[in-house]
C-alpha cells in the first residue's frame, strides 16, 4: 500500500429520531443558522417542520435559502454566499440531497470571496476557509455528507465541474434512513447507480497490494446490488434504505482509497453530458459504466473484470477469464435497465452527437483522461457513441 493521509472528520448520527442532537450540534458552531433546501421534498415530507422546531427550541437565529436545483448553478451559491455575508451567518444547514449539500459547501467558501463564485470552482482563486457545513441528508447516493467535494453547474459556458477543499467536508451529518423512504423509484435507482459508481471509479485498477480495500469495495458493492432493489420494492423497508444511506457515505469518502492515484473515468464523461443536458448524474453513469467497460476490456485488466464477476456477481469461477469479464459487464448491464429499470441509451433521454466532440474536448484537455485505461479524445467519442 501506498502511502496516505486518512482523515474523515464527519461526526454522524445514525439512524431514527436523531434530531434531537441537531440544536446541540448547530449551537457548538454559532448562533446564526442559514437553513439551506432544494426544490420543497422536504416541505412535503414534514422534515422542515421538525428542523425548524428543533432550532427554534435551541434559540438559534434562523435564515432561509430555498430553491437549490438539482444539478446546482453557481448563480444559486452566488445568491447564498450573498446572505451569509449580508447577515454575517455562523452555520450552514443542508437538507437535501447532494445537490443541496454540494450547493451549501459552495455558498460556504463563497462567502468567504469577494467575486463570482465561479472564480472558486475553476480555481481562479483557492477555497481555504468555509462556514461550517452540517447536514442532513434525504438521498442515498452522492457521498456529499462526508466527503469534501462540491459539483457546481455553469449552464451559460456548459460546464460542470467539481470543486474540493478538506474545509467544506461537513462537520456533522445526521443519516435517518426513514427519510429516504419518499424518495421515488427513479432516484432511488440512480441513486444506487452512482453509489456504484463512486466505488468501481476505484476498484477498477490494477493495484495488487491492497486485497483489504478491494474485498470492501466488493462487499459494498454486493450491498447496493442486494439492497437497491429491495427499496425500490419497498420504499420503507428500514433495512434496504439503511444499507443503502451508510454505503452512500462510505464508497466516497475517501476510506476505500487509500493510497490509489489514479483518474476517474466514467465520472467526467458523465459531468459533461449532465453540463449540456442537465440530466440526472446517476442516470448518466449507468448508461455510460458498462460501455466503458466493454471499450477497455482487454488481455492486460481481463483479470480484475474476472475478480469484479466471480466475487460481486458470484459467476462460475471455472469460466475463462475473459468470459467471466463479458458476463460481469452484461450483469451489470442487467442490473441497471433491468432491475433498477433505468433507461439504457442516450437517444432514449434526447441526447445525441451534436456536442460528443465539443465534450470529449473538455474531457481530455491536450492529453488524455487517464484512468483504468487512457482514453483520448476520439475514444470518449467512441464510448458515447456507444450509449446511443
Ligand atoms: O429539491 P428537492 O425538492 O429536495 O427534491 C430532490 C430532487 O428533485 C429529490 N429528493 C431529495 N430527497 C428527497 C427527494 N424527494 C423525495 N424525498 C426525499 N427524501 O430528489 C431530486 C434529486 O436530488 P439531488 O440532490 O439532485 O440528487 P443527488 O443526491 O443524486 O445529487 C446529485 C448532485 O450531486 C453531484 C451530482 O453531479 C449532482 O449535481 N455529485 C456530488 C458528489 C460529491 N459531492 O461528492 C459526487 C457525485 O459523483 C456527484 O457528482
Ligand atoms: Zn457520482
Redo the contacts with the bound molecule.
Keep these: 500500500m501506498k502511502h496516505f493521509i486518512y482523515d474523515i472528520p464527519t461526526k454522524v448520527y445514525f439512524g431514527e429520531n436523531q434530531l434531537g442532537h441537531l440544536g446541540a450540534e448547530i449551537s457548538r458552531l454559532g448562533k446564526k443558522v442559514l437553513v439551506t433546501?432544494?426544490?420543497?421534498?422536504?416541505k412535503?415530507?414534514g422534515?422542515y417542520g421538525q428542523v425548524m422546531a428543533e432550532l427554534q427550541k435551541s434559540g438559534l437565529e434562523i435564515f432561509e435559502f430555498s430553491g437549490?436545483?438539482?444539478?446546482?448553478k453557481v448563480t444559486s451559491v452566488n445568491a447564498g454566499a450573498e446572505i451569509c455575508k449580508k447577515e454575517n451567518i455562523d452555520v450552514l444547514l443542508a437538507?437535501?440531497?447532494?445537490?443541496?449539500?454540494?450547493c451549501t459547501?459552495a455558498i460556504g467558501a463563497a462567502a468567504y470571496y469577494e467575486g463570482d463564485a465561479w472564480d472558486l470552482v475553476i480555481k481562479k482563486a483557492p477555497v481555504d476557509k468555509c462556514i461550517p457545513v452540517v447536514s442532513i441528508l434525504?438521498?442515498?447516493?452522492?457521498?456529499?455528507e462526508m466527503?469534501?467535494?462540491?459539483?457546481?453547474?455553469n449552464p451559460e459556458t456548459h460546464d460542470?465541474i467539481?470543486l474540493k477543499s478538506p474545509v467544506m467536508v461537513p462537520k456533522v451529518s445526521f443519516l435517518d434512513p426513514t427519510?429516504?423512504?419518499?424518495?421515488?423509484k427513479y432516484?432511488t435507482a440512480?441513486?444506487a447507480a452512482?453509489i456504484l459508481?463512486?466505488i468501481m471509479e476505484v476498484y477498477f485498477n490494477m493495484e495488487q497490494d491492497l486485497y483489504m480495500l478491494d474485498r470492501t469495495m466488493e462487499g459494498i458493492m454486493k450491498t447496493v446490488i442486494k439492497y437497491a432493489p429491495i427499496a425500490l420494492a419497498e420504499p420503507e423497508n428500514y433495512e434496504a434504505r439503511a444499507n443503502l444511506m451508510w454505503a452512500s457515505s462510505w464508497a466516497?469518502n475517501g476510506f476505500l482509497k487509500g493510497g490509489r492515484t489514479l483518474g476517474w473515468s466514467c465520472?467526467p464523461m458523465?459531468?459533461q453530458l449532465?453540463a449540456y443536458y442537465d440530466i440526472?448524474?446517476?442516470l448518466g453513469?449507468a448508461i455510460l459504466t458498462p460501455r466503458w467497460l466493454d471499450y477497455i476490456l482487454d488481455e492486460n485488466n481481463v483479470s480484475k473484470l474476472y475478480d469484479f464477476g466471480t466475487h460481486v456477481f458470484e459467476i462460475d469461477k471455472n469460466l475463462p477469464a475473459m468470459a467471466v469479464a463479458k458476463q460481469s459487464i452484461e450483469m451489470l448491464s442487467d442490473f441497471f435497465f433491468k432491475t433498477l429499470e433505468l433507461q439504457s441509451t442516450l437517444t432514449e433521454i434526447g441526447i445525441d452527437e451534436t456536442h460528443f466532440e465539443m465534450m470529449a474536448k473538455k474531457i481530455c484537455g491536450d492529453g488524455t483522461l487517464t484512468g483504468f485505461k487512457p482514453l483520448t479524445q476520439q475514444d470518449v467519442v467512441n464510448i458515447f457513441k456507444m450509449c446511443l
Design positions: 433546501y432544494g426544490g420543497g421534498s422536504i412535503k415530507t422534515l437549490i436545483e438539482p444539478n446546482p437538507v437535501g440531497g447532494g445537490s443541496v449539500i454540494d459547501k434525504t438521498l442515498s447516493a452522492t457521498g456529499s466527503d469534501a467535494n462540491a459539483v457546481i453547474s460542470k467539481g427519510v429516504t423512504y419518499t424518495v421515488n432516484q440512480c441513486g452512482d459508481s463512486h466516497i465520472h458523465e459531468h449532465s440526472t448524474h446517476g453513469l
